[in-house]
C-alpha cells in the first residue's frame, strides 16, 4: 500500500485568513483526489488532479498536483466558517484499483 | 437518486456477537468498497469489490468478510467482534472505466459501538 501524510492535522484559523494543507508521499499516485467530510457524513469529493503541475481552483479553493505525482497542496483563500471540515487527500495507487487516504486535516473557521 | 445508503446508521455490539452490515447502490457502480475510519487515522480499506461475485482484501482485512451476490449491494461482516473494531465504517463506490478520473460515492457512516 502506497502511503500518504497530511498536514497538519489540525487547523484553526479565524474567517478571512488563507490557509494551504500538504499531502505528501514517498510514491507516485495516478491521480489525487481531495474529499470533504463533515460531522456525520461521509467524504464528499470536491476535486481530482491529474497531471503532474496540475493546478485547479474551486471558488477559493487552489488545488494542485506536485510535478513528479508524488505531492498535493489546498489552498483556501480567504477562509469562511463554511469552509470548517475534515478535509481529505486520497491517493489513487498506479496499479488502478484502490484510494490510498491521508490522515486528514481538521479545519475550523472561526467567526 | 439515493446514491450509496448504509444500514444501520448506529449500532451497539458485545464483544463476540455477530452482525451484517449493508451497503446498497443505485448508480449500476461496478466497484464497491467498505472502508474503517478511525481518529488520526485517516480512511483503511477493509475489503473490496471490483464486480459482482468478486472481492478482495484491503489493508485491514482481519475479522471482516464481506460478499458481493448482487451488484448493488456489497454486505461487510463480523463474526465475532472484538473492541479494536469500534470504529465508523463507510462504504463507498465508483463507476469502472479510467481509474485516474474517477471519484468515489460515499454513504454516509455506520457508527458501531464493541463492549
Known amino acids: 500500500t502506497q502511503l500518504l501524510e497530511q498536514s497538519p492535522q489540525f487547523l484553526s484559523i479565524q474567517e478571512g485568513e488563507n490557509l494551504t494543507v500538504y499531502c505528501n508521499s514517498s510514491?507516485?499516485?495516478?491521480?489525487l483526489q481531495w474529499y470533504r467530510q463533515e460531522p456525520g457524513e461521509g467524504p464528499v469529493l470536491l476535486v481530482t488532479v491529474v497531471t503532474g503541475g496540475e493546478v485547479k481552483k474551486l471558488k477559493r479553493l487552489t488545488f494542485q498536483f506536485g510535478d513528479a505525482r508524488k505531492d498535493s497542496s489546498l489552498h483556501i483563500t480567504a477562509a469562511q466558517p463554511g469552509d470548517t471540515g475534515l478535509y481529505l487527500c486520497?491517493?489513487?495507487?498506479?496499479?488502478?484499483?484502490?484510494?490510498?487516504f491521508g490522515e486528514g486535516t481538521q479545519l475550523t473557521v472561526n467567526p | 437518486n439515493a446514491g450509496v445508503t448504509q444500514t444501520p446508521k448506529f449500532r451497539v455490539l458485545k464483544t463476540g456477537q455477530s452482525m451484517t452490515l449493508l451497503c446498497a447502490q443505485d448508480m449500476n457502480h461496478e466497484y464497491m468498497y467498505w472502508y474503517r475510519q478511525d481518529p488520526g487515522m485517516g480512511l483503511r480499506l477493509i475489503h473490496y469489490?471490483?464486480?459482482?461475485?468478486?472481492?478482495a482484501k484491503g489493508e485491514v482485512p482481519d475479522g471482516y468478510n464481506v460478499s458481493r451476490l448482487k451488484k448493488q449491494n456489497f454486505l461487510l461482516g463480523l463474526e465475532s467482534a472484538a473492541p479494536s473494531q469500534t470504529s465508523v465504517y463507510f462504504c463507498?463506490?465508483?463507476?469502472?472505466?479510467?481509474?485516474?478520473?474517477?471519484?468515489?460515492?460515499f454513504g454516509s457512516g455506520t457508527r458501531l459501538t464493541v463492549v
Open positions: 469489490s471490483v464486480g459482482e461475485g468478486t472481492t
Open positions: 486520497a491517493g489513487v495507487e498506479t496499479s488502478g484499483s484502490r484510494l490510498t
Open positions: 510514491s507516485v499516485f495516478s491521480s
Open positions: 463507498a463506490s465508483r463507476r469502472s472505466g479510467d481509474t485516474r478520473n474517477y471519484g468515489y460515492t
